[in-house]
């Protein structure tokens, strides 16, 4: 019975799944190609300019035609110490709307494993996408994912990253280029404990209409150290609003925003809201007044704060 | 003979280097509704805060004993789970947290069926964050709805007749002295009632500015408030409510009688 499921929701989803250095399951459907990254790089001569260096696995996904389900990636480690070295390609054709759930993570904690993923994402003309990307770690993963977003005209990008478990470190790089009227908005969500974490992200308005929103949400734990660095660059007539709000929980934690505006076009507005600041305890005794814990409240609080409760 | 259900000694708070409250005492039986007067900033709110556990008050000396239980040292939240509850005055807004992840949270805690004077006004608040651009009125519905899931057995009502206009004041206070007032025991049926626990009264403590509410509630004691201190104390809150009403707090604090 559970085969029989499996098997009709493979007919219904593009899906890559992908354990440790090994591909464990592919399903494209019609107008969906998928395939590990070397393989793509030898078919199509074309695909080698998008990728950084000859890849050794990864995956390949292209999007020719409008696809009923949404593009479902895992990547997962489940052997000690393994080093995952991803170069990941995602194009989506013109004036498709597609939208994909990536999960990256660890299957068991005190794996010590690295995962490194390399990858671009390219929306051509008038396409669009919804991009979830979760990732839940164990406390002694290396992590950096290294992403990169090009929207040709009109495109537009809604990216959701949430960090359900923090790895050891985390090194989250994204860049995304919009070129004329495209659009982005860029969600990160991020709740960690005991971890370092480096945010290193850029939006660059190259065309004329671009626009762009980033909005961060970082809330520091217990002993976790939060450096954000985020470039916001108009080289031509465009909008752009960076948000980032973060939240302290103790005294061994810190946060650090480094918004960085940089406007290069005398048409452009960009705009730039931060704060961070501990949680507000005359909230946590309202609830605790109803009968919440301490732990419950403070639970509460934070998920309203990272909009998990919306 | 009604048991006491609450009961405050010699209650002293010291906010800072001031006192708020002293030596305040009260005793409050199960069943009754009592209410509290006083002029802005004579400690009413300060004594529900106290009463609820709140910070940042700090307690020289005096004991609150409530269901027999000497609970002066109790977190809000073991307060809460006693049957102690407190309809705030102006509670905090909390973002990204609707009134209905909330009530969940209550709920899980305690199962009950919840009956509730306005449906209509509390689907429209449930699915918004909570305290979040709710009007003066808004904040009062959900407050009381609130205590309604907790099921106290002595509710504090700090101001819920502020903001409020005239009809759902009536409607909120007739839903009180005709439904909440009445507390229903966990055990259902004809058991419940056999053994009489069916339709337990519910004690309240009123903190007003306001006669609509005791008009309606006719509290069996009436306190005055001033300056941290209960100057009197009446069984009949007109004569109260007359003489503070022609003569101000004032004419209070310098009679003699002590009690009306």
């Known amino acids: ?310 | 003979m009604a048991q006491e259900l609450l009961k405050i000694t010699n209650l002293t708070i010291r906010l800072e280097k001031k006192i708020i409250l002293d030596k305040v005492n009260l005793k409050l039986k199960k069943g009754e509704i009592h209410a509290l007067l006083g002029p802005n900033g004579s400690g009413k709110t300060t004594l529900a805060q106290v009463l609820m556990g709140l910070p940042p008050y700090k307690i020289v000396r005096g004991t609150i004993i409530f269901k027999g239980r000497n609970i002066t040292k109790f977190t809000p939240e073991k307060r809460s789970k006693l049957g102690l509850g407190l309809v705030f005055q102006n509670p905090p807004a909390i973002k990204g947290v609707t009134l209905k992840n909330l009530i969940q949270q209550i709920s899980s805690k305690k199962k009950q069926k919840i009956e509730f004077f306005t449906d209509k006004a509390i689907d429209n608040l449930l699915m918004r964050e909570i305290n979040l651009g709710f009007s003066g009125g808004e904040k009062k519905v959900s407050e009381l709805y609130q205590l309604v899931c907790l099921n106290p057995e002595l509710v504090i009502l700090d101001e819920i007749d502020s903001g409020l206009d005239i009809e759902r004041l009536q409607q909120m206070i007739h839903f009180i002295k005709n439904k909440f007032y009445f507390k229903q025991s966990e055990k259902k049926g004809s058991q419940a009632i056999a053994r009489g626990s069916y339709n337990r009264q519910r004690a309240f403590l009123i903190i007003t500015h306001r006669e609509d509410i005791l008009k309606y509630l006719n509290p069996s004691m009436t306190h005055i408030l001033l300056d941290g201190k209960i100057i009197c104390s009446s069984k009949d809150w007109l004569v109260i409510w007359k003489t503070i009403k022609k003569y101000g707090y004032e004419k209070c604090e310098n009679c003699s009688k002590k009690i009306c």
């Open chain 1, 1 to 310: 019975m559970v085969m029989k499921n499996v098997k009709i929701a493979q007919k219904k989803s593009a899906n890559f799944y992908y354990l440790n250095h090994t591909l464990e399951n592919l399903y494209s459907p019609l107008g969906v190609e998928i395939l590990e990254s070397p393989i793509a790089f030898k078919k199509y001569p074309w695909s080698r300019k998008y990728f950084d260096k000859k890849p050794q696995e990864g995956y390949f996904i292209w999007v020719k035609q409008q696809p009923v389900k949404p593009l479902i990636t895992c990547v997962a480690i489940s052997q000690a110490k393994t080093n995952q070295q991803l170069q990941n390609l995602l194009i989506i054709e013109k004036g498709i709307a597609a939208e994909s759930l990536v999960s990256c993570s660890a299957l068991t904690i005190g794996l010590c494993a690295k995962h490194q993923a390399q990858g671009k994402i390219i929306l051509k003309e008038g396409a669009s996408l919804s991009y979830k990307h979760l990732h839940s770690w164990g406390k002694e993963d290396y992590v950096k994912p290294d992403y990169e977003f090009i929207l040709e005209k009109g495109a537009r990008l809604d990216y959701f990253y949430q960090l359900l478990n923090p790895p050891k470190e985390l090194t989250f790089k994204t860049k995304i280029s919009l070129l004329e009227k495209a659009s982005a908005n860029l969600n990160v969500i991020m709740r960690s404990k005991n971890a370092s974490i480096n945010i290193e992200e850029e939006m660059d308005l190259l065309g004329k209409g671009a626009q762009g929103t980033v909005n961060l949400r970082l809330v520091a734990e217990k002993n976790t150290k939060i450096k954000a660095v985020n470039k916001l660059i108009a080289k031509a007539e465009g909008k752009g609003h960076l948000e980032c709000q973060g939240m302290i929980l103790d005294n061994q934690s810190s946060i650090e925003l480094i918004p960085d505006l940089i406007n290069k076009n005398k048409n452009s507005l960009l705009t730039h809201e931060a704060s961070i600041g501990k949680i507000n305890e005359e909230e946590i005794n309202y609830l605790r007044a109803r009968g919440l814990s301490q732990k419950e409240a403070i639970n509460l609080i934070v998920n309203g704060f990272l909009h998990l409760n919306l």
